[in-house]
Nanobody
Framework: VQLQASGGGLVQAGGSLRLSCAAS????????VGWFRQAPGKEREFVAG????????YYSDSVKGRFTISRDNAKNTVWLQMDSLKPEDTAVYYC?????????????????WGQGTQVTVSS
C-alpha cells in the first residue's frame, strides 16, 4: 500500500483545512487508517483514526470536537477535516495505515506511511 497525503497549507487561526490521504492497493479497504502529526522538537502524536469500515472513529483530546475523520473505500481515500484551527495545530501531518481493521493510537503499530503534509496556523 502506498499513501499520498495532501491538502496542507497556511491558514489563520479559526480557519479550516481538509487533508486527504489517497491510497493505492487493493487491501486498503480492510485497513484502519490514522492521522498523526509532528511539530518541531516534539514527538509524533496520534490525532485521529478510523476503522476499516468507517464506522468507528477516535480522536485525541486536543482535536476532539474540531477535527473529523472519514473515509470512502470506493475512492481509496481518507480525509481529515480540520476546523477551528489553532496555532498549536501547526505540524507536519502524516496518514498511516495498519494491517488490521481497528484503530491504534500507537505509531509503531502502523505498517504504511504517507510522506506528510505541512499545516501552519498563524495567530
Amino acid at each position: 500500500v502506498q499513501l499520498q497525503a495532501s491538502g496542507g497549507g497556511l491558514v489563520q487561526a479559526g480557519g479550516s483545512l481538509r487533508l486527504s490521504c489517497a491510497a493505492s492497493g487493493r487491501s486498503f479497504s480492510s485497513y484502519a487508517v490514522g492521522w498523526f502529526r509532528q511539530a518541531p522538537g516534539k514527538e509524533r502524536e496520534f490525532v485521529a483514526g478510523v476503522s476499516w469500515d468507517g464506522h468507528n472513529t477516535y480522536y485525541s483530546d486536543s482535536v476532539k470536537g474540531r477535527f473529523t475523520i472519514s473515509r470512502d473505500n470506493a475512492k481509496n481515500t481518507v480525509w481529515l477535516q480540520m476546523d477551528s484551527l489553532k496555532p498549536e495545530d501547526t505540524a507536519v501531518y502524516y496518514c498511516a495505515a495498519r494491517n488490521e481493521g481497528w484503530v491504534a493510537i500507537i505509531a509503531n503499530l502502523h505498517n504504511y506511511w504517507g510522506q506528510g503534509t505541512q499545516v501552519t496556523v498563524s495567530s
